[in-house]
């Protein structure tokens, strides 16, 4: 019965993250007079052939069978954010789910260039909302760190989607969110809430490229060491990536997925996402998890193992 009772009382996340799934074809010359050439030829040449279509339905059909409670995208539907891209995102989200069962956070693919809220984002919103809602403000300080209590788990959204100069691809989280951050953090574990921290980049260093890095990690380290969080989750490098933080609540296990879609097939490379399964103990809490990958010669998603963190 008591194994019975902790089936009841899991709750399941979806993690998955770059699923680029946009097209490009037929975008006017004249959207392309910026930064944004450079991630179009990228496109032309490369991305439209590793980011496959075929395995975003596979990976649609897969969550289907599997059933989450929650899923959670950490960033880059878009190649180059153009406004039909995040037209074309949103139709693809709400295949996913509904707003209530699907959170988004922006990745910096998304904000190739710096843009207007309402051109882009408002396409996305009440994916990205609060529980509480917000101000009848826009942008990042209006949005994140996101608020998202499911259950016994809360889902912290954070954005290090900022506009870089061409050939980069940082990101940054501020000094608004941070400070955010450390106050809900601390709140919810007063809550004894399992908190789950969304970020694009990896919150890590040496993970990513100079170029490609999180360029305030210390300061999100310097909080996440003082007031911990159980689970950190990011995308960008298109890799299946696991770390542990050591922090004042105890080890943080901060993990990173494939690209949704690529049809790579270097060992972390292929098309991946995880399903976590969290349920409370009488330690405090037990975190499976289970990995999905994309299988070329089945069309369609396979477990990879699963494990105790």
């Known amino acids: 019965m008591a194994n019975e009772k902790n089936i009841e009382q899991s709750i399941t996340i979806a993690h998955l993250s770059d699923p680029h799934l946009t097209s490009l074809h037929g975008i006017h010359f004249r959207s392309l007079l910026n930064k944004r050439i450079l991630g179009y030829l990228s496109w032309l040449k490369r991305r439209r052939f590793v980011h496959r279509r075929e395995i975003l339905d596979a990976l649609e059909?897969?969550?289907?069978?599997?059933?989450?409670?929650?899923?959670?995208?950490?960033?880059?539907?878009?190649?180059?954010?153009l406004p039909d891209?995040?037209?074309q995102a949103r139709r693809w989200l709400e295949s996913?789910?509904?707003?209530?069962?699907?959170?988004?956070?922006?990745?910096?693919?998304?904000?190739?260039?710096?843009?207007?809220?309402?051109?882009?984002?408002?396409?996305?919103?009440?994916?990205m909302l609060s529980d509480e809602g917000?101000?009848?403000?826009?942008?990042?300080?209006?949005?994140?760190?996101?608020?998202?209590?499911?259950?016994?788990?809360?889902?912290?959204?954070?954005?290090?989607?900022?506009?870089?100069?061409?050939f980069f691809a940082t990101g940054k989280v501020g000094e608004w969110q941070l400070k955010k951050l450390a106050a809900i953090l601390k709140k919810t574990a007063k809550e004894s809430l399992f908190?789950?921290?969304?970020?694009?980049?990896?919150?890590?260093?040496?993970?990513?490229?100079?170029?490609?890095?999180?360029?305030?990690?210390?300061?999100?380290?310097?909080?996440?060491?003082?007031?911990?969080?159980?689970?950190?989750?990011?995308?960008?490098?298109?890799?299946?990536?696991?770390?542990?933080?050591?922090?004042?609540?105890?080890?943080?296990?901060?993990?990173?997925?494939a690209s949704a879609s690529s049809a790579g097939t270097r060992a972390g490379?292929?098309?991946?996402?995880?399903?976590?399964?969290i349920t409370p103990s009488k330690d405090g809490w037990q975190l499976e998890v289970a990995e999905r990958v994309w299988r070329a010669a089945q069309?369609?998603?396979?477990?990879?193992?699963k494990k105790e963190i």
Do not use: M
């Not at 101000?135 to 990042?140: C, H, N």
């Open 134 to 166: 917000n101000s009848e403000e826009v942008g990042v300080k209006a949005f994140f760190p996101s608020v998202r209590r499911r259950g016994s788990v809360v889902i912290i959204g954070l954005s290090s989607a900022v506009a870089s100069a061409p």
């Open 96 to 127: 996913l789910g509904s707003s209530e069962s699907v959170t988004v956070i922006p990745g910096n693919h998304d904000v190739y260039v710096e843009r207007p809220w309402q051109e882009n984002y408002l396409h996305w919103q009440s994916y």
């Open 195 to 257: 908190r789950i921290v969304l970020i694009h980049h990896p919150p890590l260093p040496g993970i990513e490229k100079w170029r490609k890095r999180l360029v305030d990690i210390e300061p999100f380290l310097t909080i996440l060491k003082q007031y911990g969080a159980e689970l950190v989750l990011h995308g960008h490098g298109h890799t299946a990536v696991s770390n542990v933080i050591e922090t004042a609540a105890g080890n943080t296990p901060v993990i990173g997925v």
């Open 61 to 81: 059909r897969d969550l289907k069978q599997q059933n989450p409670n929650h899923i959670v995208v950490t960033g880059d539907l878009t190649h180059i954010g």
């Open 269 to 277: 490379k292929t098309a991946g996402y995880n399903i976590y399964r």
């Open 85 to 87: 891209e995040f037209c």
């Open 299 to 305: 069309n369609r998603f396979v477990s990879a193992g």
